[in-house]
């Protein structure tokens, strides 16, 4: 019996292979099973379609039929003016055609009433019906209505009314907001009517109007009635302040115009003093002329002011500009007729200058104060302009500086004399005969300069000349005894036995002594002088081999230093540059100038050009060096550009897959000037660091995150696990807690792979358990149900049952039984007491087709003794096309099985043991589980 259920609770196993006679028998009955569920339609649209399309009983040709209708209008077999002028309303035109939507489209667009729209979403058998009705509902009162009758009934035509309440609600919020602002606006103009007009009235003015202009469409009227109202009287406020501005206007204009004719007697009275400036020579009547004219001009001035001072309308702006055209009107005449004046007096400016350049110093004097004065008219006539006067001025200043010139140059050959006769006595009063004679001469040169010796510098001159006479005489007598001692120095160096160097510098230094005593003087002492020189020649013997060798030196290294230089040349010529490996040019070079360093002394005169020739070809290798530097300077300095931007990227781990190429790729770049090389590289790394460091710090965050999540999904994981302790029948009532883990371990977001395996290994287990559970259940429940059923067998062919059947009914009432088996088992304790052998032998019957039912169900061969009975009853059933056995299931034959009663208790026991253990064994159908 436990093999029986355990097989029948098992995963069904593959399909046995069968013979072709029964494959064919197989696929008869699948035709005749079709044939038998799908009823044979109508191929055209006609009055049989209309009446199966129509019929309120057959449901299944109802629906076949309407689908049918769906069919011919999609293939255009039929069109929906035809089923419209069948059709007896709207309502059954819907039903008709309710499996085509583009005809539910077309009927539906001719309904215009939406309280009708809304009432078939809510009311109409067919969904898709429903839901294109309500697609077209958009009024808000028949969408309320829509909503009310869908509540619960239809979730689909809820969520289309949902949706456009919600769209309702949300241009509600949205005509309120834009009721608040128009409010504002009008609160806004209505404080504006209250303030008094300044620069930014008409500003705010407009400003509001546009404002309520661009939002005047969903103004109610009150609120409409609020902002006319308020922009009227600024309406009034800014009228008002435009009539002000209209009379200061005119007061303005009367105002510039007065101030407009003293600035043209202003320029009347320049142009008069410009004529004065620019003529060469003015006769009697156009001075009087250019009189006439000034008066006029005055009195021109005064007959506008007279008239002025009648408006007293005038602001404090106008009258300053009044004020300040006046005063610079009487300036100008003032100075107008100062210029007349002086003109007369002395003559044009322009004569003066001619005469300037031609008088003496005093006469020349006299003429440039007048010029002067007559100029320095010209700051009271600041918009004057002359060239005479200019070239005027020019005039009188290059005179000044010729005059300034020729004083600074007598004082400064004064201060020069003077010097020169300080300078002359210190080093007469120090003995130094040759430089105190030396200055004498110097002195007596720019004395011949002076035309005009001041006293006290002649005096000083007599002075210095008796000073210069007694210097003489005390030189001859103090210096021949010094002669001769260097003499005797110089013969005791002939028998020195100093080193070169040594002795040479000894030699020189008493030629520098010698040449000492001779200053300030001719070299009187002449035999003294042949023996000196004599002494020095014989000494300087040994020197001279010295000096000699010391030269050859020098040659030969000089010819080194050429030698060095042209392979330096050579080796620039010859190396490829465009492959260079710097290291070793860098070592070239430091070899070469040591070894130049070493290549030390050479002829003086050769230094330079060899020091040129050696740089030049350095230069030319600094050259190549520098250039390639300046390329790897600018590479690198657009990694660090390239760095930059990266450390300014929005996502960290991509700035740091950039930075680790740019690492890459600054390896690559080469070399550059040290210092530089070393300041790039600060600057680089630092950024490197930056786009790490950044990076780092969303690593430690994401792991604290993870941290976090990890412990939360243990602490969910625990509590699974303490669940998971439990067996499967507690499981059974603890659902809701496991669901709500489930629920918060999903919520945790992306949970580490680790943890999420933990947690649904523990809900495989739980699940394991109670599927275990709930198999040994059906197990027991169907164990159960077959040892019922020979129970109540036994009493049904028992003749006193009565504390038996109690018992049953009790044990009947406790014991878990698949679900509706009880009802079955009750209708049989009911029927108790019917004890014929007439059901003896039909209830043997049943059971035993039952078993060929279910041998047939699952292609097992039946007993010999059954075979016949077998044939008969599937030509029986193929005659009466009821369908093939094939929708017998062990369900469905375990449920028969109990309603039949009053079978024997020897045919029971083997019937029963022939349905259990093998007439189930490939069954593919599962049992329901237990009520």
Known sequence: MISFFSRLFKKAPSAAPHSKTSTNNAQNRVNTSVTAEQPVLPSQYGAELLGLARDTKASKQRTAARQQIAKLLEEN?????????????????????????????????????????????????????????????????????????????????????????????????????????????????????????????????????????????????????????????????????????????????????????????????????????????????????????????????????????????????????????????????????????????????????????????????????????????????????????????????????????????????????????????????????????????????????????????????????????????????????????????????????????????????????????????????????????????????????????????????????????????????????????????EQTLRVAKDAWKTLWPVPRQQQKELQSGFDAALDKIYGEMNAAYEIVKQRKLQLIELAEKAAQHGDPKRAAEDIKQLQQNWKQAGRTFRKTDQQLWTQFRGLCDEVFNKRQTIFDEANAERDQLIAQANTLIDQLEAIAQEDGEKLQTQGSEISDLKTAFSELGDIPKAEYSKFHTLLSKIEQKISSHRSDAQQQAWKSLFTINTELTALELSEDSGDALDAFKEQLNTTKLPSSCNEAFLQRVNALGSNDNTALHTSEEALRLLCIRAEIANGIESPAEDKAQRMNYQVEALKQNFGSTQTDTAESLAREWITISHCPATSLQSLQQRFLENTFEKTNNKVAEPA
Not at 80 to 99: G, P
Not at 228 to 249: L, M, R, S, V, Y
Not at 350 to 364: F, H, P, R, Y
Not at 435 to 456: F, H, M, V, Y
């Open 77 to 585: 077999a039929v069109t929906l003016a035809q089923i419209t002028a069948d059709a007896q309303n709207t309502e059954e035109l819907l039903n008709l055609c309710s499996y085509n939507a583009a005809a539910i489209e077309d009927i539906l667009s001719t309904i215009t009433d939406q309280q009708a729209l809304a009432a078939m979403a809510n009311e109409a058998p067919s969904a898709q019906v429903r839901k294109a009705a309500a697609e077209r509902v958009t009024e808000r009162s028949a969408v309320e209505n829509m909503l009310k009758g869908a509540k619960g009934k239809d979730k689909n035509v809820y969520k289309v009314a949902k949706s456009r309440l919600a769209v309702f609600k949300a241009e509600d919020d949205a005509l309120a907001q834009r009721h608040a602002h128009l409010a504002s606006i009008c609160n806004d103009a209505e404080r504006h009517a209250k303030k008094p007009f300044d620069h930014l009235y008409t500003h705010k003015f407009v400003s509001l109007e546009q404002d309520w202009q661009a939002h005047e469409a969903d103004a109610t009227a009150e609120l409409q009635k609020r902002f006319d109202n308020a922009i009227t009287n600024c309406q009034k406020i800014i009228d008002a302040e435009i009539d002000k501005g209209k009379a200061a206007a005119l007061a303005e204009q009367l105002a510039n115009s007065m101030v407009a004719s003293i600035q043209a007697a202003t320029q009347a009275v320049n142009q008069v003093a410009q004529a004065l400036y620019d003529s060469q020579d003015i006769d009697a009547d156009a001075l009087a002329q250019f009189k006439e004219q000034l008066s006029e001009q005055s009195q021109n001035v005064q007959a506008q002011i007279n008239n002025g001072q009648s408006s007293s309308s005038k602001s404090n702006e106008q009258q300053k500009a009044q004020q300040k055209a006046q005063q610079t009107f009487y300036q100008a005449s003032e100075a107008a007729h100062a210029l007349l004046k002086l003109v007369e007096q002395d003559g044009t400016v322009t004569a003066l200058v001619t005469a300037l350049n031609s008088q003496e110093k005093e006469a020349a004097e006299s003429t440039r104060k007048a010029i002067s004065a007559q100029l320095n008219i010209r700051h009271n006539l600041p918009t004057l302009q002359s060239e005479s006067a200019d070239t005027a001025k020019a005039a009188i200043a290059q005179w000044q500086q010729q005059q300034n010139d020729i004083v600074a140059k007598r004082k400064a050959l004064i201060g020069h004399v003077s010097d020169l006769i300080r300078r002359a006595n210190i080093a007469a009063n120090s003995g130094q005969v040759r430089r105190a004679r030396g200055i004498a001469k110097e002195l007596n040169e720019k004395r011949a300069e002076l035309t005009d010796i001041p006293l006290g510098i002649a005096n000083k001159l007599e002075q210095l000349d008796e000073t210069m006479t007694k210097l003489g005489d005390w030189h001859d007598f103090a210096v021949t005894p010094k002669k001769e001692a260097l003499v005797e120095k110089m013969t005791a160096l002939q028998s020195s036995e100093l080193a070169p160097d040594d002795l040479a510098d000894k030699i020189h230094a008493l030629q520098d002594e010698w040449k000492l005593l001779c200053k300030g003087g001719q070299n009187q002492d002449e035999e003294l002088w042949q023996a000196f020189q004599q002494s020095a020649d014989v000494a300087f013997e040994p020197c001279k081999k010295h000096f000699a060798e010391q030269a050859e030196i020098r040659e030969k290294n000089a010819e080194q230093r050429k030698a060095l230089t042209q392979q330096l040349e050579q080796y620039h010529d010859a190396y490829n540059w465009e492959q260079a490996v710097w290291k070793d040019v």
